[in-house]
């Protein structure tokens, strides 16, 4: 059984799964709505302003929803031990890794593009010029998050308080992300809309060192 | 068996020849004054946690590879005590900076790379008590602590691209900046001085580790 | 609930190309849970064919002894050692994997799929070809097939342990590995997982139980080991083995 295969059963499993209750995409979608209009009571979203702290306030919201709705990912696998059923498959751990990455990168962008449209509304930002670029900034960027933060979900999934530990762990190791995400997006929502290619280029080199680095030490998240 | 004094005289005679040399040697800074004297423990203290950041790297690794719980001991331990070179780097930033720049905290590259880098650390140490089983504790440490130094060179180079794009006061003087010969001999000192403190303390806290790891095998089978 | 109709025994046919299971050599292994110490310095032999009881009070290291087994568990000293027919070390964990299945205290399936969802993941995930018929061909063999497409979490404690050895048996292992099975099944179910491993047994599978007492399961077992705080107390092949029980 191949690699990539194995992670594809994995990840139609996470679908699935999530397919019957839609909790953990109905709760995030609506969570990163309240900290958008939340931020916008913060900061007076006058119309020059707004374009200035839009692409911070957006990040920290894919950030924010990122670090809470990744535990689950884990902690879903401990009732029943389905964990232990994983792990008894002749599959690389890795497999399982990745199909957890893609699940959680796939209904982390599908929140962040149902947020989308509402954020363009609330701060008046022109977002259908620039969405092709867009769609890749924030792929690459959410592709870092979810890798990391997937990996980091597995280690504080033996821990205790691990629904702060997550955040905890997370947020510092992803300032890479939220700085080139933020810095690319602010010049893509300028007037002159550019896209400042040194930025692409941190998201993909993290996106790179991190996914090897979870190639390299999946087996060791798979012990006991 | 060695006297338990001989460690805490040796750290604190070569603490003391740098300070000697900081003060009494080193010439005094034409536009800055005296404040400018702490740069050399800002500098010093910065690579000295780069170096305990690296050994605990390695320690990572080696326990990965083996499970030796030697590594386990000497990751924590040169994890917080780089931590605490850190912490000496972020506060001798401020003190430096309010005198010539009049605000405590500059953004300025450096200062903030290691910033996060204190918080990244930080959280290593949350991970580490917060988890109970000693051989699973050392695992999630150990992989948390390789993904921690390998995001080192993102954080550190991000935050410098940031910076340069929106210009700020640098502390200690940035990158290029010429330095007397005395000086750079007084900086070349103090940081084999605090390399050699930080040696000191990681030996101390990796024997702790051991005889803690050790006791508490010993206790109810 | 009750209104099922009679299983047959579930389908346990011979394993994978009628081969002969794996050994099973387990060397000074010893593994601890933080200043709990469950196994220390177990040395044990299971030969292929073997029906072994693993008798022992609560704490006794049992669960980690099937766990290290079943490669679950990663011993702290030690080395387990799963050799085939000719004696030469099987090197890859995954073709070992292939050749074990575990029946825990949990039913290790998914609540928000279904019976026949459950099965159709593991069987994908190890790999077997005609999954779709071979789960089909299971389920039925459960009595469970009316309720093939209803979510686990709607079955009853005795149908989910039903199901969860079905999918311990799915991909027709040569070692099973039970951790107190009748523990949270009825006595129909009892009946049932005893054909199960009768036909297991005689078909040359090497299966290690672990149990607290006589039952209709315990009625085949070849050889009997009780442990005592991580040690192994005793080992007793022949027919007095079940009496050990």
Redesign the interface.
Known sequence: ?SLLR?AA??LL?EM??EW??RELLTTTVVFVLMVVVLFSFTFDPTREESRRFSPGLLWLSFLFAGSLMLNPSFTREQ????W?????????PFAVLLGKIGANLLFLTLAEWLLLPVFGVLYDVSLLRVLGSLAGVLLLGTLGLCV?GT??AA??A?????EL?LP??L???L??VL??GV?ATAGLLEREPRLDW?WVK?LA??DV??LA?SYL?SE??A?? | MRSPFLLPVAGLALVGAAAYAIFFVAPEEATMGAIQRIFYFHIASGWTAGVAFLLAFAANIAY?AGRAPKWDWLGVASVEVGLAFCTVVLITGPIWAKPVWGIWWTWDARLTSTL??W??YV?YL??RS????PR?RA??C???G???F??VP??Y???R??RT?HPQPVIAGGEGSGLDPVMWQVTVLTMAALMGVMALLVWQRYRLEALRQQTAELALP | MSTLAAPDAPHAGPPAAAVIPPSILLRQVSKRYGAVTALRGVTLKFAPGEFVLLLGPNGSGKSTLL?VA?????PDTGQVDFADAGGVVLRD???V??S?G?V??????????TAE?NLL??A????LEHAAARVADSIGATGLWKRRGD?VRTFSRGMRQRVSIT?ALLHRPGVLLLDEPAAALDREAVGWLAQALRALHDSGCTVLMSTHGRSDLTALATRAVRLETGEVKSDVGGPAAEAEA
């Open positions: 059984m194995a059963w994995v499993k699935r799964t019957r209750t009732a029943n031990d389905t232990q059923a994983l792990r008894l498959a002749p599959v690389e990391v990996v980091f280690i504080s033996q821990a205790r308080m691990r530990l905890v762990l947020l510092p190791a300032t890479p700085i080139a810095e040194t941190i080199g993290f060192v991190f680095a030490t060791y998240l012990e006991e | 990965l996060v880098l918080l990244l959280s949350a991970l917060l988890v109970e089983d699973r695992v999630a150990a992989v948390f390789v993904f921690a390998l995001d993102l954080v180079f991000s935050i691209i940031w794009q | 766990r079943a490669l679950l568990a990663r964990p995954r073709e994997k292939r074990i575990f825990g205290h949990n039913s290790l399936l998914y609540d928000d799929l969802e993941f593991f994908r995930l190890y790999g979510l999918r």
